[in-house]
């Protein structure tokens, strides 16, 4: 039986990454939980866009990590523009931070991971990956535009080319609101994404000098990818060419349309907004499965 709302505990609070920068977390719980959920963001969705979608998987008894990446809502500086990072030091710095955080908050039990869009791009800079049983990705696609549905083309290459760039000549970061419904961005992100986006095979290319080291080829945890029909970004193509990156973990797609949850949109971030208790289900019987931690 799910456990109410009125008995999970939250708990925020700020961890150290690897570098000593600090980042921003939120724990929530049952009193007695069976596993450990990390659960990493998409670019520029603040750890708050996951409340709902993580008192869920608390309440089917999981410890739920949500964190904010360097740079994005609560772990902003106060001079963003003045902010030296690159976008994979979400991967080696933050995203093992957050890993080592929930394991300590939640001693032996099973760690298992939900990556929302980026969220599951950086699992091989991650030097304790070897830590997590099981991936869930929902909307995980390569960021190479032509990927991506032509209806959003024209949008997206005017955030690339025109929003962005004078964003940052005005600003020093890409500004949240309006054209970029996301929180402010800080140039490293906006600088080393838009260079991605911009190649056939992403950073593939770059695993071979530039973002060595890595350890791709090593992560071996199963993957489930959620991906749906009207999302104009992680498409089947997006999302097959971005799971090439791990050649040797056992992935799984799964291919859902809105109305398969009675729902008129999903879109790219839909699936955790309300309404969609039925998918965090399918997501939450995949993680919480008995023997699941065996996979690792």
């Keep these: 039986m799910p456990t109410p709302a009125s008995d999970l505990d939250t708990r925020d609070f700020t961890a150290p990454a690897g570098d000593g920068y600090p980042l921003s977390m939120r724990l929530v719980a049952p009193s007695a939980p069976v596993a450990a959920v990390l659960v990493s963001s998409g670019t520029g969705f603040p750890k708050g866009f996951y409340d709902r979608f993580a008192r869920h998987l608390a309440g089917r008894g999981a410890a739920v ?13 106060e001079d963003l523009a003045a902010m030296q990072m690159d976008y994979p030091d979400w991967g080696r710095l933050d995203m093992p931070a ?3 955080a929930l394991a300590g908050a939640t001693p032996g039990l099973p760690l298992l991971h939900v990556g929302h869009s980026v969220g599951g791009h950086f699992l091989g800079f991650m030097p304790n990956h070897d830590r997590i049983a099981r991936h869930a990705f929902v909307s995980v696609g390569s960021g190479w535009w032509v990927a991506h549905h032509r209806s959003y083309n024209p949008l997206e290459l005017f955030f690339w080319h025109g929003y962005g760039p004078y964003s940052l000549a005005r600003r020093g970061y890409v500004r949240g609101g309006g054209l970029w419904a996301g929180t402010d961005l800080p140039r490293g992100v906006f600088e080393t994404w838009k260079r991605w986006c911009h190649r056939r095979d992403y950073f593939l290319g770059e695993l071979q000098d530039r973002l060595r080291p ?19 970004i992680a498409t089947p193509a997006a999302s097959e060419s971005l799971l090439r990156i791990y050649p040797n973990a056992p992935k799984e797609t799964v291919l859902r349309a809105p109305g398969d949850y009675d729902v008129l949109r999903i879109g790219h971030e ?3 907004r309300r309404g969609m208790e039925p998918l965090w289900n399918e997501i939450a019987d995949w993680l919480l499965e008995p023997g699941a931690a065996r996979h690792r």
């Design 98 to 100: 957050a890993v080592d």
């Design 65 to 77: 990590l949500t964190y904010d990446f360097r740079g994005i809502a609560g772990s902003r500086p």
């Design 270 to 272: 839909g699936a955790f």
């Design 214 to 232: 890595h350890d791709f080829d090593a992560v071996a945890a199963p993957i489930r990818s959620w991906i749906f029909t009207d999302d104009p």
